[in-house]
């Protein structure tokens, strides 16, 4: 059985909207960093990676610091792109960004060792298709590495993410109603990511659940 098109009604990330995300999102960057290192300790030099729907680029950011990889960006928002493409040219990094969709990548296959995806699978509207097109532009025995929140997170668990933004009270307040009556409702289960995944070539997909989120690891 094939996964319907998920609706998404959301604001388009463009234009005031991405950069009032940037600005914010700046504010995570100890994360990205650590995302990075995660990444790096599995890669040779000169690996090819492919980071879809990178936002401002700060992941991009931290691991081309860390060796010398062939990066690309590639984001549905045209100014996402442009602010990427801006932070890696003043930060003096070689890497590409480029604009398109998740479920019809503008690449040849074959291209890439890893790709990696934070926050934002939940959003895809179609999300079988964009699986099978990760799968696609990787180098056989590649990697995907897809971190998204889980649409079943206990309270407990989102009270404790939001008490680590070390936010004023009324941010808080805020965020946490985001997170219960909007960002998770938006994510998947464990059960039914697996069941995403066994609609793709992927040869294996092994999902572990860490706090109000999952680690999703699939092999090529």
Request: charged letters at 20%; proline letters at 7%; a positive charge.
């Amino acid at each position: 059985m094939h996964a319907k098109p998920k609706p998404y009604k959301g604001a388009p990330m463009e234009g005031l909207v991405a950069r009032w995300y940037a600005r914010n999102t700046a504010r995570s960057l100890p994360a990205f960093a650590a995302d990075a290192r995660r990444v790096a300790a599995l890669l040779p030099p000169h690996a090819r990676i492919l980071e879809v729907a990178p936002g401002p680029g700060y992941f991009v950011l931290e691991l081309a610091r860390l060796g010398p990889y062939r990066i690309t960006g590639l984001d549905i928002s045209r100014t996402f792109v442009e602010i990427a493409a801006r932070h890696a040219a003043q930060a003096g990094i070689s890497a590409e960004f480029c604009q398109g969709s998740a479920s019809a990548m503008p690449f040849p296959a074959g291209q890439f060792d890893f790709l990696f995806r934070r926050a934002a699978f939940k959003n895809f509207s179609q999300p079988v298709e964009a699986l099978r097109e990760m799968h696609r532009v990787l180098k056989p025995g590649g990697r995907a590495w897809i971190v998204d929140l889980r649409r079943d997170a206990p309270l407990h668990a989102v009270n404790q993410e939001v008490a680590g933004m070390r936010l004023g009270a009324v941010n808080a307040w805020f965020t946490r109603l985001a997170f219960r009556y909007s960002l998770l409702k938006r994510a998947y289960t464990k059960p039914e990511f697996e069941r995403l995944a066994a609609q793709t070539p992927f040869r294996s997909a092994a999902i572990a659940e860490d706090g109000i989120g999952m680690n999703i690891w699939l092999q090529k």
